[in-house]
C-alpha cells in the first residue's frame, strides 16, 4: 500500500536548507508525497530528513530512483560490491568496500568531471562520529545573485574545464584513494563547462566551477585563470552563503548538485564514520 504523507518542511540556519518532518523513507510513498518532496528539494537545494536509522539498501536505492535514474561511480572499489549503485563512504570499509574517510575534504560539487554530471546526491550516515565530520554545504545561486554586476557580464559565455585526474592523483599519493595504473587514471579526460548554469528546473543561475575539479577558465592565461577561479572560490564559500550539517545517526542528506558546492569536515579517525550515497542522473549543464 502506498501512502500519501504532507510534508512539513523546517527551515534550518541557512536559507539553503530545510529539515523534512515525519518521513519514513522505509514506506511506500506515493507520487504526491514524491512530487511534493521534489518541490521542496527544488526550494531548499539541502533537504535533511532524520531517523532513518532502519532505512534498507534496497529502500534507499528505491527512494532515490523516484527522483531519476542512478548513476555509478567510476572508482569502483568504493562501490557496495552487491549494489553498486550505493557508493560507501567508509573509514572502516563497511560491507567489504575499500575504507576511505569521507567523499571529500575540499570544496566540490559531485563528478562535474564528467559530461553530464548528476542533479544530485542522497547520503545515508548510518554510523557517524559524536564529534566533528559535519558536512558544509555552500549556495551556489546566493553567492553568484551576490557577485557584482562587473563579475556577472565577465562570466557570461566564459567556459572552465573540469577533471578528476589531478585531483585523484593527488588523493592516491596521500594515500586516501586506491593506487590506479596509468591507462585506469587516463580514463578521466577534461570536460568544459559554462561557469555561470542555468538551472534546469528553477532558472536561477548559479556559480558552477569548484576547488576540487575545475582546473582552470578556458582560453584564458594561467595567471588570470588562476585569480578569477580563486575569487570565485572564495566568495562563494564565505559564512553567509554555508550551511554547516551536523550529522546524527541516521540522518539522509539530499543536495542539488547543480547549485550547491559540498566538503567534509575533519573528525577523530579512530571512531568510525559510514555512509552510503546514490547518485542522481544530471543534464548538460547550460
Ligand atoms: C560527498 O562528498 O559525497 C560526501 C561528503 C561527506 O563525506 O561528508
Redesign the pocket.
Known amino acids: 500500500m502506498t501512502i500519501t504523507i504532507q510534508i512539513p518542511v523546517k527551515p534550518l540556519d541557512n536559507p539553503l536548507a530545510a529539515e523534512v518532518v515525519g518521513l519514513d523513507l522505509n514506506m511506500d510513498l506515493d507520487d504526491q508525497t514524491i512530487a511534493d518532496l521534489h518541490k521542496a528539494w527544488m526550494a531548499y537545494p539541502v533537504l535533511v530528513v532524520r531517523g532513518q536509522q532502519d532505512l534498507t539498501m534496497e529502500r534507499h536505492l528505491e527512494y532515490s530512483r523516484r527522483f531519476g535514474d542512478l548513476q555509478r561511480h567510476t572508482v569502483k572499489e568504493i562501490l557496495h560490491p552487491e549494489f553498486p549503485e550505493i557508493?560507501v563512504?567508509s573509514n572502516r570499509g563497511r560491507g567489504g568496500a575499500q575504507p576511505i574517510n569521507?567523499?571529500?575534504a575540499y570544496w566540490?560539487s559531485?563528478i562535474t568531471y564528467e559530461d553530464v554530471p548528476p542533479m544530485g546526491?542522497i547520503?545515508h550516515g548510518l554510523i557517524t562520529p559524536p564529534e566533528g565530520?559535519?558536512?558544509l554545504y555552500a549556495d551556489m545561486t546566493a553567492a553568484y545573485d551576490a557577485l557584482d554586476d562587473a563579475t556577472k557580464a565577465k562570466l557570461e559565455g566564459l567556459k572552465a574545464i573540469h577533471t578528476y585526474r589531478t585531483r585523484y592523483e593527488a588523493m592516491m599519493n596521500a594515500g586516501v584513494r586506491p593506487v590506479k595504473t596509468e591507462e585506469e587514471l587516463s580514463q578521466w579526460t577534461e570536460v568544459i563547462h559554462p561557469i555561470a548554469r542555468t538551472h534546469p528546473e528553477t532558472g536561477k543561475k548559479a556559480i558552477f566551477v569548484n576547488e576540487g575539479f575545475t582546473s582552470r577558465v578556458e582560453g584564458m592565461s594561467d595567471n588570470e585563470s588562476r585569480d578569477l577561479l580563486e575569487h570565485l572560490f572564495e566568495h562563494s564559500t564565505q559564512d553567509q552563503f554555508v550551511y554547516r550539517h551536523k550529522?546524527q545517526q541516521g540522518d539522509v542528506v539530499m543536495w542539488d548538485n547543480r547549485c550547491t558546492m559540498?566538503?567534509?569536515?575533519d573528525y577523530d579517525l579512530s571512531q568510525e564514520?559510514s555512509?552510503h550515497?546514490t547518485t542522481v542522473r544530471g543534464t548538460r549543464p547550460v
Open positions: 557508493l563512504l569521507n567523499g571529500g566540490h559531485d546526491s547520503l565530520g559535519d558536512t550529522w559540498h566538503r567534509a569536515t564514520r555512509m550515497r
